[in-house]
């Protein structure tokens, strides 16, 4: 579903991904771990064009993501429109929830399918309901966000991506910025997603959740992939020093 | 024992209408003028915001008196014969936007880019990311400086009168000068502008420390 | 092309009266720092009050703070200039002017004051009493020198407003820049060049002073 071939992008003069290549099949839960500083998260808002990747070619379902051919063998920025239209199919999630505080849980859910897909108030509603309540919040459907505890907005925020009903759903380090007895709940809804067979890129710290959940596991440093292959392998058997440093990082029980 | 300033009331409150009427269109106009300009000094292409910093920076670095002049002067010597009312609000207008979109910006700037992020994940475009996520959230949080802009403005509009504008404190000199009753006439004068501005600098110390509360 | 410019803008005219006009800003430099000076002291004086915890002292600056806040500028200078010389007060339309000014910035300063001395915690207090300062030294200590450093960008922005709110005083007859700008206009029938040029001058005048600030601003943050 998702191709990536070549894939690079620089910040002015700072090279931040090089030669990133890899795929996402229908259905896949695709793992991205690596050191801060490396890339991931960039690379994962390439995946829905928020930032622009400069080299290499993101293709979703075949079709080339964020530019058009210009006819002159080059390729030209889509317009706005465009990308929106596209991006209204990828779902994100984010580490810092990023709710709209003036609004609550359920305007927050509605406000994409009424505004971007047309729907009625209605309609919306019937869904958002039953998505809060899928993820466990159908009783704080008229709260504002910051009544919230953090693992209750991220789950809303997860509800508000599920909403467009998106193709691919991408994760960006969600569970960090909770307190540890909040993490669990988050973890939860996502497993739940996989199970249902969602395609799913995900950048995570949670080793355990990447070997129970993940088919694939990619690690990146500084730009580029070091490693990829199936989680449990991946992280019992790292071939290389890299990434052996890095797991060194976390406590024996996330091992095999 | 205030006879002057009982007799002269009713000329008084003439002028004080001119005063209100003309803070009321002037700081209006002015906030929507600021608003959009700031909007766009945060959104539009680089060019247009070079121009708006280079008029945000000669209306609030220039005293709104000499604006009023300029234009009460300029605008004449470039063929358009208006009154001196429409010339000074219109100095006015543009001096009560340059703080404005100063406000606004401040505002919008403020918002987190996380929720510009969330809601272009979600396939909003900019239009509705601006009305949805960035403008209620902008101007709730900028109605007290707005609030306490507006009472700047409504006392500006007694420098109208040393252009020759007719209006309360204009008026307020005449009687001075023909009676003498200078402490009678400006302390009530300034007792009028005091019930127009106070309530107003209440409002937004309340409204302030209401928003200082949710946070 | 040249022609053309001379006919939009007399710049020949201007330059003959720039001794004019030099002369203007003389006065509103005077003025501006005279005002300022007793501006800074005034706000200091109504501080003390304003912040103590007797309402006999607080309640009457406070009152006064309010009503400098909602009442323009210009009617003060006109009670200062028209009211004085009734009660046997007649000051000069210069002093008028700088007093007039000065007891309303004065009340804006003193509470920009108040902010910057209730802004540094609680907690530095207890440092220093627990340090064994008595009230005084840690006044002079500890919580006025980061009190200071707080105050100076605000106090600043509020005298490049002092200078702006000058112009004011051309309504007495004083021959500061605007004054100046309106008599050149009146005598010679140029036109908006001559207000161009004024505010220019103010320009160049209120750009200095935030220059300044800023220079002094980021040296003093360096020092604390």
Redesign the interface.
Known sequence: MIEVKDLSKRFGAVSVLQEISFRVDKGEVVVIIGPSGSGKTTLLRCLNFLDEYTGGEIRIDGELLGYRPDGKGGRVRQSEAEIAQFRSQVGMVFQSFNLFPHRSVLANVTMAPIHVKGLSRREATEIAVELLRKVGLEDKVNEFPARLSGGQQQRVAIARALAMHPKIMLFDEVTSALDPELVGEVLRVMRQLAEEGMTMVIVTHEMHFARDVGGKLIFIDQGRIVEEGVPREVLARPRTDRLRTFLRRFTEEYFL | MPTVLVSSLPYLLQGAVNTLWMSAVCVTLGTVVGVVIGILSVLAPAVIRWMITAYVFVFRGTPVLVLMFLAYFALPAFGLMINVFVAVGGALVLYTGSFVAEITRGAILSIPRGQVDAAKSLGMRWGLILRQIILPQALKMSLPPLLNNSVIMIKATSYASIVGVWELTYAAREIVERSLAAFQIFLGVMAIYFLICYPLSVLARRLEKRAAFIH | MEVMLYRYFDIRFILRSLPQFLLGLELTVEISVVAMAMALIWGLVLAGPRMSGRRWLSAPVMTYI??M????????I??VY??LP?IGLGLSPFASGAVAIAAQHGAFLAEVYRGGIESVSVRQWEAARALGMDRWRALRLVVLPQALLKVVPPVGNHL?ILV?????V??IGIMD??LT??AI?ERSGA??E???T??LF??AL??LL?AVLRFVERRYRGTL
């Open positions: 309010e009503v806040r909602n009442t323009p500028l210009l009617l003060q006109y009670l028209f009211g009734l490049v702006k709110d000058s112009s004011l051309s309504a820049l605007t700008g309106k206009i036109s908006y001559v207000f161009v004024i505010a103010y320009l209120t750009s935030s």
